[in-house]
């Protein structure tokens, strides 16, 4: 099946800096999907990418989509302590998600 | 509020009991999901629902286990005999159909945390 796999695992950064997180799968996709989930909580969706879309913005966030090497990436530019989330890549119909990357933004 | 909504939001239960969760999707969302997700994992596909039918199930679920969604609306997810490791939170999405060859998001309950004791 398809999935999507988050890297890194953890990563801890100043407010203000911005936080980049990449993502990669297995087969090929229609479309890849980005998911915030705050400690305890459901998951919110945060931005689709088409496969024949190389880049998108929404807001603070830019997502790039490589189909040649199957991976995506998710920046968030000017990071706030609210922005401290896990944030998941997703593919397929039923999606496979990873683990997460886990994002810290300290004051 | 308009969300998918999800009971009870904490489940404490003893081992060898049954619980049973509920699941109310977005109104006019035809396609229902359940997902089960443990600390610091991502969630994993449990089955979906498209309408009324279960059109999915994950190799993940046991016998214990069974959906349904009798009348397309709202679903439930039991849990027979509950052992220690069904302790997880049990996440519910919908979305809306599907248009020819465009993509859908998923909209996500707030979950529920079950406890196995």
């Known amino acids: 099946s398809q999935q999507g796999e988050e890297d890194p695992q953890a990563l801890s950064i100043q407010e203000g800096e911005n936080a980049t997180m990449n993502c990669s799968y297995k087969?090929?996709?229609?479309?890849l999907q980005w998911y915030r989930q705050n400690s305890g909580r459901g998951l919110v969706h945060l931005i689709l990418?088409?496969?024949?879309?190389r880049e998108k913005h929404s807001g603070r966030l830019r997502v790039t989509l490589d189909t040649s090497k199957k991976s995506s990436s998710l920046l968030i530019t000017a990071s706030r302590a609210a922005d401290t989330a896990s944030y998941f890549c997703?593919?397929?119909?039923?999606?496979?998600f990873g683990p997460g990357t886990r994002l810290s933004v300290l004051p | 509020d308009t969300g998918v909504s999800q009971n009870p939001r904490h489940k404490i239960t003893k081992r060898g009991q049954n619980v049973t969760f509920r699941c109310d999707p977005i109104?006019?969302?035809?396609?229902l999901y359940w997902y089960r997700q443990t600390l610091g994992q991502g969630p994993e596909f449990l089955t979906y629902?498209?309408?009324?039918?279960?059109?999915?199930k994950s190799r993940l679920l046991s016998d214990r286990f069974s959906a349904e969604r009798p009348k397309g609306s709202f679903s439930t997810l039991e849990i027979q005999r509950t052992e220690q490791g069904d302790s997880a939170m049990y996440l519910c999405?919908?979305?809306?159909?599907?248009?020819?060859?465009?993509?859908?998001?998923?909209?996500f309950g707030p979950g529920t945390r079950l406890t196995v004791t």
């Open positions: 087969t090929s996709i229609n479309n």
């Open positions: 999405a919908s979305s809306p159909p599907l248009l020819a060859g465009g993509p859908h998001e998923q909209y």
């Open positions: 109104s006019e969302h035809n396609r």
């Open positions: 629902f498209q309408n009324e039918a279960q059109l999915e």
């Open positions: 990418i088409r496969s024949n879309e």
């Open positions: 997703a593919t397929g119909q039923n999606f496979v």
